[in-house]
């Protein structure tokens, strides 16, 4: 209760060392009846990067210890509202991802992935949902917290793969002995996008103290918003060149000049935001046949019959306010863990945890552009129309081929419900060997089963039989017989609303994809302490251990999907493969110098060996070393080096392959941009095998789009990283109960695995516009695929698919500073009628001194920091150089009063220094920029919490008090014309929860 435990203040416990005194803990908000970290029950304690028990919470690493208090004093409901805001984390997908998005809330540190951030709960791996091999944080139960400690850097020496970011571990309290029921529910200011749950938990010890039992309970509910909701989000916005003077104020949308945004000022108007609709309305188009132009031309009346001129902007559809701005979500989760002793020294345990979770999403109706074979007699049409539709009928069959852009509104709009069931069974014996030594055994179980049911794909094979008409006795009917036999009819979409829904239902498709991730995990190991060097107090302590992983998934996406006949969500293809790891590993921790010639000296090194199925990985290994020296009490100097790998994951490895035609500018075609037709290209051109006469034209490249292989690679090697921390951690004696520490990163990742340069069309950029060179690796997917007589790339032009598979070809690297402070002050004053209060302040931050990367280790790295910016890989989140949590509480007997302080720094465009011309950067005008700079952000939080009785607590809160509205912006954004993860986009959001513990 809040009477009774000492309360820090400080939500986020910043430093280890902040944990380092149990008996009187100098942070955490105290809601709790303890602050001890996770141990064996006796004044040892396992610290998170180490598997050796020690007596204080000191690391070569920095942790960030994030109090379970902080959950309730900000009104989470699910732990990535949480976790999100620390300055080390950025957001992977979350509960605002709707397109991208998959339903989940995944972890990413330090920008470098969610495949490289590895989740822990209670010091062991979670269960993963996808052939990615991601956690869902939607699994874990927010309110069963202790604490989350997040230590960022390779840690895989202790923890095995994927530990290459760093490690976050969630662990659950132990200490509870009695009932608690409680709950939470959020609002927004506009009266929306309700949160809440329902919380039960259980604790009890038995057998006179030998056994404890836990088992858990909730229920959570999330109601959407959709984007039509919030003025920044209710019109789709894109940069253009603007009338000047047009621009909203509300959304900050400006009436449409268009043409491009280098001649914009000399046309009168000044780049800024312009409506970003879609082409494709619910009224079909055609381009502007009667001239022969590529843009879209002519827009069906509603009516149908006759058209008229397509106006953009006017007539763009605006597909915002069908797509959600806050998901909707609804989660079962329950689960226990128990211990036995069963006998002396010897302890059983087991953790049991099974959630099951819907989270759908909802996107605009499908939206198709196809080639479609017309009838011109169909009653469909006017005579001004198949006046302008007869000139192509070249052969005179009544037919012709023409591109048409329609919106499917009548099949409603595409939905995809997410829903997921995992379950997860550890069980496990602990003890002592002799007083010295110990063991830890267990073996764990997961498995993860998702659904997507899909709503609103269009067939594009149905939907053109269900297009080309022809007229049998008076009765229009679809031309193709098969297409007959299979109920095909005749499909109006010249026009609003004139489709039969018979025909509607012939061309809409549903589909359901399931998919499957597995893992297996035993550990063994022993620990203890060896001997002591001198006069040491502390022993030479070692860890030591065995380790066995192994790995399946699968994904079976509907007959239809894989087939690639589908409009409105992607294609795939199935995917299915496992590998296991044997590992062996041991760890080392010598105090040199205790109270001698300095205060403290220590060194810490560990390795592990990992054996790999995988024929491309094998055997690896990887390691750490880092030291601590103390020359007086109130000062530690600390540092570390570490090797870390990630091993392909199933989807690196076996996603399903297959040849796609994607979307491509082949540079050495006339649809390249006119500024690269220059004789460095042509001449790369002709040496990749183009015809001298064919370079830049249209022979080259005769379709839009180009065919070439996708998929896994089985043969992938493993990521590597190398991660350098020094630090100083200082508690001055002088100053009781203030924590600071000053720690640098760097981390490098090489041999990065991702989708071969980016992508089809950024490989053939990056080849001949950038390296300029075909000895450049970034050139060998392109070698020997080109038509000897054309130049054409891909299979259907006479040539050969190149293979644009998952590759190590990439490298990521990123460094900066963590600053972090917490300070408690006890004051002889009290409003409440007690003896005194308690003020404290808690502080993180994080400088960062910059995020590059590469799709192709040959070529030069993007630079994705200036004042911030916003990168493009792994994630498309904004990287400020600065930004930082802090929070300032008061305690004072029954009472809590706290405010937290977010601060998030103003990030740039990033195409404004990450243009290259050939080798060479070239830093771009920003005034070609409707959003060259964002500004900073500061989010101003307010907390209560209150004894009501000796047993009800409440706790209610606002967060961000002010109101701030995320910035519209342009082509830069993520979804709803900003970065949701990032930028609130809720408003102001009021919370109020109850906790009945008995």
């Known amino acids: ?96 991802s709707n397109n991208p998005g998959t339903g989940a809330a995944t972890l990413n540190l ?65 200490d509870l002995n009695g009932a608690i029921i409680g709950g939470q529910y959020a609002l927004t200011e506009q009266g929306d996008g309700a949160r809440y749950d329902v919380n039960f938990a259980f604790g009890s010890k038995f057998a006179d103290g030998r056994g404890s039992v836990t088992v858990y309970a909730n229920y959570t509910r999330r109601e959407p918003i959709f984007q039509d909701a919030r003025a920044f989000s209710r019109n789709a916005a894109g940069d253009g060149c603007i009338v000047r003077g047009s621009t909203n104020s509300q959304t900050g949308i400006g009436t449409n000049l268009g043409g491009a945004l280098s001649t914009c000022a000399t046309r009168g108007g000044e780049v800024g935001l312009v409506p970003q609709g879609s082409a494709s309305t619910p009224i079909a188009t055609l381009p502007a046949i009667t001239t022969g132009g590529a843009a879209l031309g002519y827009v069906f009346n509603p009516t149908g019959g006759g058209t008229r001129a397509f106006n953009d902007p006017a007539d763009l559809y605006n597909f915002a306010p069908d797509n959600y701005l806050q998901l909707p979500q609804e989660r079962y989760l329950m689960g226990g863990y128990g211990s036995y002793e069963i006998a002396e020294n010897i302890t059983g345990y087991t953790e049991l945890s099974f959630v099951k979770t819907s989270v759908p999403q909802e996107l605009a109706p499908t939206p198709i552009g196809q080639a479609l074979n017309l009838q011109i007699a169909s009653p469909w049409f006017n005579d001004q129309t198949r006046g302008l539709l007869r000139p192509l009928d070249t052969d005179g069959d009544g037919y012709v081929t023409t591109n048409v852009n329609f919106r499917f509104n009548q099949s409603g709009p595409r939905n995809v419900d997410a829903s997921r069931t995992a379950f997860r069974l550890l069980g496990g014996i602990r003890g002592d060997i002799t007083e010295d030594l110990r063991f830890d055994v267990y073996y764990m179980y997961a498995r993860t089963e998702n659904q997507q049911f899909q709503q609103g794909n269009i067939s594009r094979s149905r939907f053109a039989a269900a297009t080309e008409t022809e007229i049998v006795n008076g009765t229009l009917q679809c031309r193709n017989a098969a297409a007959r036999l299979a109920g095909c009819r005749p499909l109006n979409v010249f026009g609003l609303g004139l489709a039969d829904p018979a025909a509607i239902r012939y061309v809409t498709i549903n589909s359901t994809n399931l998919e499957r991730s597995d893992i297996r995990n035993f550990v063994g190991s022993v620990n203890g302490d060896l001997f002591t060097i001198g006069n040491n107090a502390d022993a030479v302590a070692f860890a030591a251990g065995v380790e066995y992983r192994g790995m399946s998934a699968s994904y079976r996406p509907d007959t239809f999907l894989a087939s690639g006949d589908v409009a409105g969500f992607n294609a795939g293809q199935p995917t299915s493969g496992e590998y296991s790891a044997r590992e062996v590993f041991g760890e080392l921790n010598v105090p040199l110098l205790s109270e001698n010639i300095v205060h403290k000296l220590e060194l810490t090194g560990n390795a592990r060996y990992s054996d790999y199925s995988l024929n491309a990985v094998g055997g690896v290994w990887t390691y750490a070393a880092g030291a601590q020296l103390s020359p007086v009490r109130d000062i530690t100097l600390r540092g570390q080096y570490a090797r870390a790998v990630r091993a392909p994951n199933v989807q690196d490895l076996f996603g399903g392959n297959s040849t796609g035609f994607p979307q491509a500018q082949d540079p050495c075609s006339d649809r390249g941009a006119p500024a690269n037709r220059t004789e460095a290209i042509r001449q790369l051109c002709i040496a990749n095998g183009v015809p001298a006469a064919a370079v830049f034209t249209r022979a080259v490249q005769p379709n839009a789009q180009i065919q070439a292989n996708f998929g896994g690679d089985p043969n992938l090697q493993e990521e590597t990283s190398d991660t350098y ?65 054309t130049g054409a790339i891909g299979e259907t032009s006479g040539g050969r698919n190149p293979n644009v598979l998952s590759a190590n070809i990439a490298t990521l690297r990123t460094s900066g500073i963590d600053v972090a402070a917490d300070y408690s002050l006890p004051v002889d004053f009290s409003i409440t009628g007690g003896d005194r209060s308690n003020i404290s302040f808690s502080f993180l931050g994080t400088w960062l001194d910059k995020f590059r990367s590469t799709s192709v280790a040959a070529i030069p790295e993007r630079e994705t920091i200036g004042e911030g910016s916003v990168p493009i890989v792994p994630t498309l989140n904004p990287m400020p150089k600065w930004k930082h949590n802090a929070r300032l509480s008061v305690s004072d007997g029954p009472m809590v009063l706290s405010a937290r302080w977010r601060y998030f720094g103003g990030v740039e465009d990033r195409r404004l220094n990450n243009t290259f011309v050939g080798l060479v950067r070239t830093p771009q005008d920003p005034a070609l920029f409707p959003n060259a700079r964002i500004g900073a952000v500061n989010y101003v939080d307010l907390a209560a919490a209150f004894d009501a009785t000796d047993k009800l607590q409440i706790n209610i809160g606002v967060n961000n008090l002010t109101n701030q509205k995320p910035e519209v912006l342009g082509s830069l954004q993520e979804q709803a014309n900003t970065f949701p993860g990032t930028y609130d986009v809720l408003g102001r959001d009021f919370f109020v929860g109850a906790r009945l513990q008995f």
């Open 725 to 789: 921390t020094a630090g100083v951690v200082f508690r001055p004696s002088f100053i009781p109960r203030l924590n600071v520490t000053v720690d640098y990163f760097n981390i490098k990742v090489q041999d990065t695995i991702a989708t071969f340069g980016g992508g089809l069309n950024d490989a053939l950029s990056l080849c001949f516009t950038v390296a300029q060179n075909l000895s450049n690796p970034i050139c060998s997917i392109f070698q020997g695929v080109r038509n000897t007589a």
């Open 110 to 174: 330090r920008n470098l992935g969610a495949t490289r951030t590895l989740v822990l709960v209670n010091g062991r791996r979670w269960m993963s949902y996808d052939t990615n091999q991601i956690v869902d944080l939607n699994t874990i139960p927010q309110f069963m917290l202790q604490n989350v400690e997040v230590l960022t850097g390779g840690q895989s020496a202790t923890y095995g793969s994927d530990a290459i970011a760093g490690v976050v571990n969630f662990n659950l309290r132990q």
């Open 1 to 96: 209760m809040l009477t009774t435990t000492v309360f820090a203040g400080a939500a986020i416990a910043l430093t280890s060392p902040a944990l380092a005194q149990v008996a009187e803990p100098t942070t955490g908000t105290g809601l709790q009846e303890t602050t001890e970290a996770s141990g064996t029950g006796d004044d040892t304690i396992v610290v998170t990067g180490s598997r050796i028990q020690r007596r204080d919470l000191t690391s070569p690493s920095p942790i960030a210890v994030v109090a379970a208090e902080e959950f309730q004093l900000t009104g989470a409901v699910n732990v990535e509202q949480v976790i999100n805001t620390l300055p080390q984390a950025v957001p992977g997908t979350t509960g605002f």
